[in-house]
């Protein structure tokens, strides 16, 4: 309750803004276990040590309290080691070093040191070792959220493109009759179509399952939908030509925003190896695929293969609790 009163409301009322603190520069931050900033506690207090950077939005002065991401414990279950902790902006020891450039362009991310900064433990959110938990319960709904956005930039950047063709001439005819603008016009909107779709799936999936079931849709989408958002933003500059790359047309920072996403909440590689590792583990297909594949007989007849894996892997595939 009192968190709720102090930081809360506040957020709610849009008065303040707050910032998600959990990427670090000296580790591979995409696996939510390597977060190493401390958080130790001391008497009735938390003292914090780390150093994190692309925390966004806490540039902006109206933001004034970090949700950290960082570790109560070094050893034990791994999924179990990681706290969250609120850090008013202003607490002594918070030093922002700078904001961080995208492509070149200043933005509201920020590079920051945790100098032994000391919070009340009142200030640790839901408990020592929940931190792992309350990511993945925020990452979820964010990941759609972006994804929503992407789709709505991506029918900007189309609506750009059928206004843009429709205002050029090029060797006698207007962009608009040229086949090749309209295959890019048609693909664009295959794609915004078939994103939404999937879209739409992952959330009634995570209405229905629970983000931890919908975790593959959700990964799907988050893949899909900046991808094709990109290209769209892609082929919208190609038409504008170098109008499209100017400060006249939002398409150059669109293209930034985008390519920028497809890092943001995990990278597109890593959410791959999701949907991938799912899928084996499934073995889908079964019998069916197994006929589809087909195997060749005379491996099993003369048997020249005997020596290679025991025998049975080409035949029988690897044991089902192969590791993945």
């Not at 970090?66 to 109560?72: C, D, I, P, S």
């Not at 990278?267 to 583990?281: C, F, R, T, Y």
Request: charged share 25%.
């Amino acid at each position: 309750p009192e968190q709720q009163k102090k930081w809360l409301e506040p957020l709610l009322r849009g008065e303040i803004r707050s910032a998600f603190a959990m990427t670090e520069p000296g580790v591979a931050s995409s696996d939510a276990t390597n977060i190493c900033t401390r958080i130790d506690r001391d008497g009735e207090d938390y003292v914090i040590n780390g150093h994190k950077w692309w925390i966004s939005g806490a540039i902006r002065p109206e933001c004034k309290v970090f949700v950290l991401l960082g570790r109560t414990s070094f050893s034990g279950p791994v999924h179990r080691q990681q706290s969250m902790i609120l850090v008013p902006r202003d607490a002594p020891g918070v030093q922002i070093l700078r904001p961080l450039a995208v492509f070149g362009h200043e933005h509201d991310h920020a590079e920051i040191i945790f100098d032994n900064v000391r919070v009340p433990k009142e200030n640790l959110l839901l408990g020592e070792g929940r931190g792992f938990e309350i990511a993945q319960g925020r990452l979820g709904p964010g990941r759609i959220h972006h994804c929503m956005r992407s789709l709505g930039l991506a029918e900007l950047a189309l609506a750009a493109m059928v206004d843009r063709v429709f205002r050029r001439k090029a060797f006698g005819r207007l962009l608009a009759e040229k086949d090749a603008v309209r295959m890019a016009i048609a693909e664009a909107r295959i794609e915004l179509t078939k994103c939404r779709q999937l879209c739409y799936l992952a959330a009634v999936m995570a209405d229905e399952r629970g983000f931890k079931g919908a975790q593959e849709y959700v990964a799907m989408i988050k893949i899909a939908a900046p991808r094709a958002a990109l290209k769209i933003v892609d082929d919208a500059i190609q038409m504008h030509g170098a109008h499209g790359v100017s400060q006249d047309s939002q398409l150059s920072e669109m293209y930034i925003g985008l390519r920028t996403l497809r890092l943001a909440d995990g990278p597109d590689m890593v959410h791959l190896l999701a949907i991938a590792k799912g899928e084996l583990a499934r073995r889908v297909g079964g019998a069916a695929g197994r006929k589809v594949s087909g195997t060749n007989v005379n491996v099993e007849k003369y048997g020249k293969f005997s020596h290679v894996e025991g025998g049975g892997l080409y035949l029988n595939g690897a044991a089902p609790k192969a590791k993945l």
